[in-house]
């Protein structure tokens, strides 16, 4: 299992809108996309930045990974996680989980973005919550 490239980093937010603001008018990315995964309880937004892509992730509930994620920092954003392009999702997080990697996916399930994706627990991946995804 080779990661392709690193597909997007994953950016916790608390104001979806406020941080498009400051992406756009700082960063000078355009939020091409915007999208709420109900699955995962986020509101995305989404910018091109070279062949990684960034998502802004808010959530939409206090159940929220990403609302538990902003209570732990101080309530604040920030860095929330790395996803690398991988073949087939479901076949990297079994050859993980072969290496002896905890998974807090299984199986993949589906992103934003019409991905397949499952994540690593970041016990097993020296504090780097990490995701792989795949076009499926
Ligand atoms: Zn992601």
């Known amino acids: 299992m080779t990661p392709s490239h690193i597909e997007h980093i994953g950016i916790a937010v608390t104001n979806l809108e406020e941080a498009i603001r400051y992406w756009e008018d700082v960063m000078g990315l355009k939020c091409y996309a915007i999208e709420e995964v109900v699955d ?26 990403i609302a538990a994620f902003i209570e732990k920092n101080g ?28 998974l ?20 097993s991946t020296l504090g780097v919550l990490t995701e792989f995804c795949c076009k499926k």
């Open 40 to 65: 995962q309880k986020v509101k995305t937004a989404f910018f091109r930045c070279g062949d990684v892509k960034i998502e802004l992730l808010e959530p939409t509930c206090p159940e929220s990974t």
């Open 104 to 123: 807090i996916d299984n199986q993949s399930r589906p992103g934003a973005e019409g991905l397949q994706i499952g994540f690593l627990h970041p016990k």
């Open 75 to 102: 309530g604040k954003g920030g860095m929330h996680h790395i996803a690398f392009a991988m073949e087939d999702t479901d076949q990297a997080l079994n050859e993980a989980k072969d290496k002896g990697i905890r």
